[in-house]
């Protein structure tokens, strides 16, 4: 019986990839940090994280990087973000939010790469080729339209919880007074019925005309 020949396994494949050029090696770089959703979005940064943070740590053993994965519901609206510290304590910050996961990858590497990240892009070009594997695809991607709206970061909407708290309160409270106003012009109208059939139809009509005149003054 001849055997069917083993495929790669999933080893090699990792190693695969994370050793593909270029290096992402990350100069004078003291931490990464990102934040972004466990799912329901954010899906740029979830693919980063997949495909492109191995590689990252793979060239970088020594660098800190903290991932912060939060649950988030589809009614929320924050963006992912990632922070790098650098060893003069600076602090770069890159929106993630409705970005391809290569493009995220390029803004690190055009703050922290070097010169062997510009020679690289210098010899990608020369050869016509994408600067990382699948960035190619970037060109193509369209983010959503989002109009005009802008999200805060993780740490800004925890920080406005009690806000959104209490104008959650305020537009329940407005929609209960609402329903309470609607029930007592109902009641009185039909109160108004009532009222009008047991009476001469002369003074039925006086009464409705008086009725809608008060309601016309004190709307």
């Known amino acids: 019986m001849v055997k069917k020949p083993i495929g790669p396994s999933h080893l090699s494949k990792a190693l695969k990839l994370i050793q593909q050029e270029p290096k992402l090696s990350l100069f004078g770089v003291r931490s990464l ?4 959703a466990f799912r329901n979005d954010h899906f740029g940064a979830r693919h980063f994280v ?7 740590r793979y060239a970088n053993p020594d660098l800190q990087i903290q991932v912060d994965k939060v649950f988030k519901t589809k009614e929320e609206h ?3 973000e990632l922070e790098l510290e650098l060893e003069n304590g600076s602090v770069k910050t890159i929106n993630m939010h409705d970005k ?3 493009s995220i990858t390029e803004e690190i590497l055009n703050i922290t790469g ?3 990240w510009k020679h690289w892009k210098r010899k990608a070009n020369e050869q016509n080729l994408p600067i990382l594997p699948g960035h190619d695809r970037a060109s193509s991607y369209t983010p959503p339209n989002r109009g005009s709206a802008t999200y805060p970061n993780l740490q800004e909407w925890k920080n406005s919880a009690p806000a959104r708290a209490l104008a959650k309160q305020r537009a329940e409270k407005e929609k209960r007074e609402k329903a309470e106003e609607a029930d007592r012009k109902k009641k009185a109208a039909d109160e108004l019925k009532l009222s009008a059939s047991e009476l001469p139809a002369e003074v039925a009509e006086n009464l409705r005309t008086k009725t809608e005149l008060r309601r016309y003054y004190l709307r």
Not at 33 to 36: E, G, Q, T, V
């Open 78 to 80: 924050w963006k992912p």
């Open 114 to 116: 070097g010169d062997p």
């Open 33 to 36: 940090k990102l934040s972004y």
């Open 100 to 102: 391809w996961s290569t």
């Open 50 to 56: 997949k495909e492109e943070l191995p590689r990252i």
